[in-house]
């Protein structure tokens, strides 16, 4: 198989407030097949073969399920495939020769921690402010005792596909959590069982996202173009109509 | 009163003011064109038209109803824009559009640039028109200003037509991103709806700044 020689341009940063530059590498010997985050795997192994420090990444599942990797690759999240991950992106998307810039999440409201990894887990306070949902626990109950409306099961279904990467705050211009946020509210939202708390879920979740210092929505829809979920910008819409119902009419 | 405002200061509250305000001010663009067009229908309907608008009563409260909606836009739009910055401290080395289903373009990438230059557009284009000389119109009812008049003398001006033109244009590219995604702030979203606000959106964008801007052109290439 024929073998590729990558140039990488990769930002190191050695801590949260240590001063950062990308690092110009060459990876000899790519094979086409490896994965992206292969890739670095090697680069890595040459690294700790020479004695230096390696490259810091995140990822786990390395199958698109986990959202734990995140990489701007090229100036895009998650690098040119659409609808994919890093870790599904293969070097065979490369040329011989080709030069590639790599860095991490950039936004206030995740902190970078080292290299290209970034704190996330201002996604999990967000997580914890939409609270809790009633649900009748006893005896399963019959399968259709509640009816769901095909679409809007549908709606819910494909909004609950988000990974939580944050690949849309990472393109976002202002670093807005609002297509993450509008996915957990939808994907509770569009279903009876998730109604009981929906107005107080929709208003605690924005006033947590405003507190922890992401931006706010300016409807361009670079999110939902790198989502690997592709995780809808109507969302975002229903979002809005369920923070104004709540706020205006739920009186909240 | 303090739920309120607390609603409005959120982020999602801050772009539905900003989206209300614009379309509000979009609103009387329309409305102004309307007015304009009475140019075509010369003199006496153009100066007919302005004195029966400033004979109205309710023109000073509209008016200041108007400039009330105006600096609200401004000031939300501003701030939003300010704390959006501080959003994301370190910038990217490289940093591309991703385009696919984005809707980013250069209206959405430049609106508080466009913004503030129509800011400063606004006030110059008061302070040459509502507040700029006043002619009597030759042998026609007294008291009457003649606007005509006032808008050919301008127009024949070449600098004074092309800044309009050039003004116009950026209205335009503000209006394209302005009007569909003020939809979208507001939750108005739906799976034929959206195409054809975009749609629409960019239309109206385009026929508003060619509107207004082939006033200036026909003044100076027709009566100059
Ligand atoms: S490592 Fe799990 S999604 Fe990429």
Sequence with gaps: MEKMTIHLRVWRQAGPNAPGRLVPYTVENVIPDMSFLEMLDVLNEELIAKGEDPVAFDSDCREGICGTCGLVINGIPHGPDRGATVCQLHMRRYKHGDTITIEPWRARAFPLIKDLVVDRSAFDRLIQASGY???????????????????????SMDAAACIGCGACVAACKNASAILFVSAKVAHLGMLPQGQVEHKHRVVKMIDRMDDLGFGSCSNEGECEAVCPKEIKLANIAYLNRSYLTARFFGGL | MATLWRAVSSSVGTKVVIALSGLALFAYLILHLIGNLFIFLGPAALNGWGH???????????????????????????LNWWDNRHARPTSYAEKKWAHHTSRKNVGST????????????????????????????????PGVRDLYGLVVHTFLNPLWAGFYVACLVLAGVHLRHGIASSFQSLGADGPRFTPAIMLIGYLLAVVIAAGFAFIPVWVYFRLG
């Design chain 1, 133 to 155: 949902t009633s649900i009748n626990v006893g005896g399963a109950p019959d399968a259709n005792a509640v009816l769901i409306p095909k679409d809007k099961a549908e709606r």
């Design chain 2, 110 to 141: 430049t609106m508080i640039w466009t913004g503030a230059l129509i800011l400063l557009f606004v006030a110059i284009h008061v302070s040459a028109f509502k507040y700029g000389a006043f002619y009597e119109p030759p042998a026609w009812e």
């Design chain 2, 52 to 78: 029966t608008l400033i004979s109205n009563p309710l023109v000073v409260p509209a008016e200041i109803g108007l400039l009330l909606i105006f600096l609200i836009h401004v000031y939300k739009a501003a």
